[in-house]
T-cell receptor, first 112, second 111 residues
Framework: QKEVEQDPGPLSVPEGAIVSLNCTYSNSAFQYFMWYRQYSRKGPELLMYTYSSGNKEDGRFTAQVDKSSKYISLFIRDSQPSDSATYLC????????????FGTGTQLKVEL | DTGVSQDPRHKITKRGQNVTFRCDPISEHNRLYWYRQTLGQGPEFLTYFQNEAQLEKSRLLSDRFSAERPKGSFSTLEIQRTEQGDSAMYLCASSSGNEQFFGPGTRLTVL
């Protein structure tokens, strides 16, 4: 079993829809949680990072962490075709070099 | 552009050849990471440096792989005697705190 699980999709939504992307993790020692966006054949781009449980909002993006259920979510409001990409969740411990453990990524397509 | 840069962007090589990739981190970032990403998967951690010291290596990093960061600035990743299974995107990231910023990656194809 992978430490971070993510549905690979693909997920297809109409423009303007609210998108919900989710991950689960198994290591209860994970304290930091990130969402990266990756366009085809490019490097991952950091979107959001949160520490421990709670919500964090940045523009159209909201990241949510529920440590009691080991569940990580990213919500995208008013989705745009330019949001079409693969979204990767990642987690890490406190200390230990800060290496990231990634999910497989969810491929999102926002259609006109 | 002051982001993480990687060179080359693409490399095609024949099985058995040696290859070397370079990563230039964001200036003054003391931590540098290498990850490997295969198609349809998320990046997997390979190794990381704090300044010039290599502090952790994944078991994914076989004896054919070696990484250096000689002056605590740029880093190189060398793969000796490449195998077809080494075909992947090799990603470099740098950090000075909690956030890691990735470069564009080097895509390796081993024929």
């Amino acid at each position: 079993q992978k430490e971070v699980e993510q549905d690979p999709g693909p997920l297809s939504v109409p423009e303007g829809a609210i998108v919900s992307l989710n991950c689960t993790y198994s290591n209860s020692a994970f304290q930091y949680f990130m969402w990266y966006r990756q366009y085809s054949r490019k490097g991952p781009e950091l979107l959001m990072y949160t520490y421990s449980s709670g919500n964090k909002e940045d523009g159209r993006f909201t990241a949510q962490v529920d440590k009691s259920s080991k569940y990580i979510s990213l919500f995208i409001r008013d989705s745009q075709p330019s949001d079409s990409a693969t979204y990767l969740c990642a987690s890490r411990l406190t200390g230990g070099g800060n290496k990231l453990t990634f999910g497989t990524g969810t491929q999102l397509k926002v259609e006109l | 552009d002051t982001g993480v840069s990687q060179d080359p962007r693409h490399k095609i090589t024949k099985r058995g050849q040696n290859v070397t990739f370079r990563c230039d981190p964001i200036s003054e970032h003391n931590r540098l990471y290498w990850y490997r990403q295969t198609l349809g998967q998320g990046p997997e951690f390979l190794t990381y440096f704090q300044n010039e010291a290599q502090l952790e290596k994944s078991r994914l990093l076989s004896d054919r792989f070696s990484a250096e960061r000689p002056k605590g600035s740029f880093s190189t990743l060398e793969i000796q005697r490449t195998e077809q299974g080494d075909s992947a995107m090799y990603l470099c990231a740098s950090s000075s705190g909690n956030e890691q910023f990735f470069g564009p990656g080097t895509r390796l194809t081993v024929l």
